[in-house]
């Protein structure tokens, strides 16, 4: 079973930048599809932005051009880099490996826009 660990949420004005991370435990990182997902108090979670095996990026509209989902396989590390914040972006963010049909959740990391 994976492990995923999500670091790097906190408190950030409207405009600013904030980097996840998501640490996996084991050996096939590598082997993974990920993904970035969000979700606000009182919404569903929503898509925020994958990444293939490949390395292919996909974005949600709403952060396309604003955010960049990258992977480093040799640290199992995936990240999400968030620059141009806007309040809209304030949410538990948590990350997802998927692999066999199979789905693999972190607990999260809470970033927080404030105007």
């Known amino acids: 079973q994976v492990q995923l660990a999500e670091s790097g949420g906190g408190l950030v004005q409207a405009g600013g930048s904030l980097r996840l991370s998501c640490v996996a435990s084991?050996?096939?990182?590598?082997?993974?599809?990920m993904d970035w997902y969000r979700q606000a108090p009182g919404k569903e979670r929503e898509f925020v932005a994958r990444?293939?095996?490949?390395?292919?990026?996909y974005y949600a509209p709403s952060v396309k051009g604003r955010f960049t989902i990258s992977r480093d396989d040799a640290k199992n590390t995936l990240y999400l880099q968030m620059d141009s914040l806007r309040p809209e972006d304030t949410a538990v963010y948590l990350c997802?490996?998927?692999?066999?049909?199979?789905?693999?959740w972190g607990q999260g990391t809470q970033v927080t826009v404030v105007s």
């Open positions: 084991g050996s096939m990182f590598s082997r993974y599809a």
């Open positions: 997802d490996a998927e692999y066999n049909n199979m789905n693999y």
């Open positions: 990444i293939t095996v490949g390395g292919r990026p």
